[in-house]
């Protein structure tokens, strides 16, 4: 595996490829829910470039940017054993320069939910998927559906700027007790553990309630916010369209039931598509 640590040393790795190429860009302290889509992009394609690059521009005023868990030497590890040809882990000064040209998430699907909540976040996600997505030169590109609405704008950006690359949208990874993986859940005490379950829980009994024929949006989110009442504070239930409209009532193939929840330091989320 070359760890490459400048864009020239991409590149000059890059030389090598000869087939199709994947690529999953993180923002490292890599865990199973990463590790899934590195083996699902190392299967689908002949080559395999990982990006470990925590993201500044991504992070609001007093968010966690410092706190950020970062484990480099752990992640370089990893990457090896899953048979990774190409570590890419890029300092600031390589991602970024002064007065840089910015690209802005779209005004309405951008600025709901995490957008109302983070806003700026998804402008800083979409200019550094932006970038790595031109370095890498990858086929086929890698993303979580955790990450819902990040996952919706990526492949909007593809689409709106003609890039020549295919999102690949993958399944959420969960612990055994049902927790969706996030590399905050390393913020959590075991205690709040156990609470943070009722982000799941709440989507489960979701799930029970449409599969009992139950589609009004409103009774859903009522009956889900009971469930998470033992989270510290609620930001938002949602159920939206694909297309990130809120709707009335579930369309069954065309939903997503989505959470944000305080527990303890972090702020988790979750979401379920139906
Ligand atoms: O989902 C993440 O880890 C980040 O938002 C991403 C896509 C790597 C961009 O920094």
């Known amino acids: 595996m070359v760890i490459a640590r400048t864009i020239e040393a991409l590149q000059a790795a890059k030389e090598e490829f ?8 993180t923002m490292g302290a890599l865990h199973q829910g990463h ?29 966690d940017l410092d706190a950020y868990p970062r484990k480099e030497e752990a992640d370089i590890k990893i990457c090896e054993l899953a048979g990774v040809d190409i570590l890419f882990m890029p300092s600031i000064d390589v991602m970024y320069e002064e007065d840089e040209l910015c690209i802005g998430a779209p005004a309405v699907r951008g600025y709901v939910l995490e957008g109302e909540k983070r806003p700026g976040h998804f402008d800083g996600m979409l200019q550094v998927v932006m970038k790595l997505l031109n370095l ?13 609405q990040q996952l919706a704008l990526i492949t909007q950006m593809v689409k709106n700027y003609f890039m020549d690359v295919n999102i690949v949208p993958c ?29 799941s829980r709440s989507l489960k009994h979701a799930t029970k309630m449409v599969m009992s024929g139950e589609l009004q949006a409103a009774k859903i989110k009522k009956e889900m916010l009971e469930v998470l009442k033992i989270a510290d ?34 702020r988790l989320i979750d979401n379920l598509w139906i």
């Not at 000869?18 to 860009?25: A, C, D, L, S």
């Not at 889509?37 to 968010?63: C, D, K, M, Y």
């Not at 890498?136 to 819902?148: E, H, I, L, T, V």
């Open 18 to 25: 000869k087939g199709t190429v994947g690529f999953v860009p």
């Open 35 to 63: 590790l899934s889509l590195i083996q699902q992009a190392r299967r689908e394609n002949e080559h395999l470039i990982v990006s470990v690059f925590v993201n500044p521009t991504q992070f609001l005023e007093g968010e």
């Open 136 to 148: 890498s030169g990858a086929n086929r590109a890698y993303f979580g559906k955790k990450d819902a």
């Open 171 to 199: 399944e959420i990874v969960r612990d055994d007790k049902g927790l969706a993986l996030s590399s905050r859940n390393a913020y959590l005490s075991s205690a709040e553990k156990e609470r943070a379950l009722c982000l």
């Open 233 to 266: 504070s609620v930001e938002y239930v949602a159920i939206v369209n694909r297309e990130f409209k809120a709707i009335e009532k579930v369309e069954i193939g065309n939903t997503i039931i989505l959470v944000a929840a305080w527990v303890g330091k972090p």
